[in-house]
C-alpha cells in the first residue's frame, strides 16, 4: 500500500509542475523569440533499508527547446533574427545571458539595448555613435551611417553563441542561459537576418493537448489515492477482525 502512495504522490507532484510549465509556454505562445520549457522527470528509488521496491518521479532542472521559430519581415532597422542555431548575448549583471529576440533600441546614451539589457558585441557591450541609420549584416556586423555620411561604418559584431541544447537553462527572468553558469564562446558560423523578427517556438496546438493529457494523468493519480486509502481501511478492519 505505501509503495503505491510513493508513486501516486510524486506523479501528482510531477504532473503539477508540468502543467505549470505548459501553462507558461502557452502564456508566451505570441512572444518574439521565446523559447519553450521541456519539463524533465526520471523514476527514482526511496533511499533506506526495506523501501527499494518504491520509486518516486523525481523533479529535474527543465530543459530549453531549440526548435525555430517563424520569421517575420519588419523592416525596422533595429530588428535582427538568427537564422538556424544559435543565440544573441546580452550582459546580465555579471554574466550573460542568451536569446532569440532581436527587437533592439537604443538608449540615450547610443547603447544596444534589448529589455533593458545591453547587447554584447565582441568588444563588451555595443554602443553606437550619433547615426541616422543602422543596419545588422549577415554575419552580425552592426553598421551606422553617420549624419552627413552616405557610407555605412561598421562599429561592432553582435555576439553569437550556439550552443548544445542539453547544456541549456533558463533564469527567472527568462534569459536562456548555461547551466555551468559560465559565459559562452561566440560562434562565427551563426547567420542573422536584418530588419526580421523571429516569432515564439511554442505550438499552442501541442500545448493544448499536452495539458489535456496532464489533466488524466492527475485524475489517475488521484484514484490511486482513492484505492491506497481503502486498501489501508480494508487491512486495518481485517486486524481488527
Avoid: C
Avoid at 550582459?91 to 547603447?111: P, S
Avoid at 555613435?129 to 543596419?135: I, L, T
Amino acid at each position: 500500500m505505501d509503495a503505491l502512495i510513493y508513486s501516486a504522490m510524486s506523479g501528482a507532484e510531477r504532473t503539477l509542475h508540468a502543467q505549470q510549465v505548459r501553462a507558461n509556454n502557452l502564456a508566451n505562445a505570441a512572444t518574439n523569440g521565446f523559447r519553450a520549457d521541456l519539463e524533465l522527470a526520471r523514476s527514482q528509488s526511496v533511499q533506506g533499508y526495506g523501501y527499494s521496491a518504491r520509486h518516486l518521479a523525481e523533479l529535474q532542472a527543465n530543459a530549453v527547446s531549440t526548435r525555430s521559430g517563424t520569421l517575420t519581415a519588419t523592416g525596422r532597422d533595429l530588428d535582427a533574427a538568427v537564422s538556424g542555431d544559435g543565440f544573441f548575448a546580452v550582459a546580465l549583471g555579471d554574466g550573460e545571458g542568451y536569446t532569440r529576440n532581436g527587437a533592439f533600441v537604443v538608449d540615450a546614451n547610443g547603447a544596444l539595448m534589448l529589455n533593458g539589457r545591453p547587447v554584447l558585441g565582441d568588444g563588451g557591450p555595443i554602443v553606437l555613435p550619433a547615426h541616422v541609420r543602422v543596419a545588422i549584416s549577415e554575419n552580425g556586423t552592426v553598421s551606422v551611417q553617420p549624419e552627413g555620411e552616405a557610407d555605412l561604418q561598421p562599429v561592432d559584431r553582435l555576439k553569437l553563441v550556439k550552443p548544445e541544447a542539453a547544456t541549456l537553462a533558463k533564469n527567472t527572468a527568462g534569459f536562456v542561459v548555461s547551466r555551468d553558469g559560465q559565459p559562452l564562446p561566440a560562434d562565427d558560423t551563426v547567420r542573422v537576418r536584418g530588419a526580421h523578427l523571429e516569432g515564439s517556438n511554442v505550438s499552442a496546438v501541442e500545448e493544448m493537448v499536452a495539458s489535456m493529457g496532464l489533466s488524466r494523468d492527475f485524475e489517475v493519480h488521484m484514484r490511486l489515492f482513492k484505492v491506497a486509502d481503502d486498501m489501508a481501511a480494508n487491512g486495518n478492519r481485517l486486524l481488527r477482525e
